[in-house]
């Protein structure tokens, strides 16, 4: 099992940025892949971007350019660097975790309980 716990939201003005952390135990994560999705109210989760087990990235259009996920193996850690923040940006943030998968899908095994993201205009 892998548990995955998100830190480092808050409410934020736009412009602003953030550093989401997510921290994983239970197991080594390095050989996983790992995502950031965000659920907005009223709205369904989406995905935000994706690492995989060999450090190749992906992200979702609205954010490319603005977000940057990266990991640190040695901390079992997965970090979402996002910049430039907008209102709509606002949502609660979820780490995921999933052995074989790295899609944009909801399909990772693992989940953190989320961290809130609020960007005030």
């Known amino acids: 099992q892998v548990q995955l716990v998100e830190s480092g939201g808050g409410l934020v003005q736009a412009g602003d940025s953030l550093r989401l952390s997510c921290a994983a135990s239970g197991r080594t994560v390095s050989s996983y892949n790992m995502a950031w999705f965000r659920q907005a109210p009223g709205k369904e989760r989406e995905f935000v971007s994706a690492?995989?087990?060999?450090?190749?990235?992906n992200y979702a259009d609205s954010v490319k350019g603005r977000f940057t996920i990266s990991r640190d193996n040695a901390k079992n850690t997965v970090y979402l660097q996002m910049n430039s923040l907008k209102p709509e940006d606002t949502a609660v943030y979820y780490c995921a975790a999933d052995r074989h998968y790295v899609g944009t899908r909801n399909d990772y095994d693992y989940w953190g309980q989320g961290t809130q993201v609020t960007v005030s205009s």
């Open positions: 690492v995989n087990w060999n450090g190749n990235t």
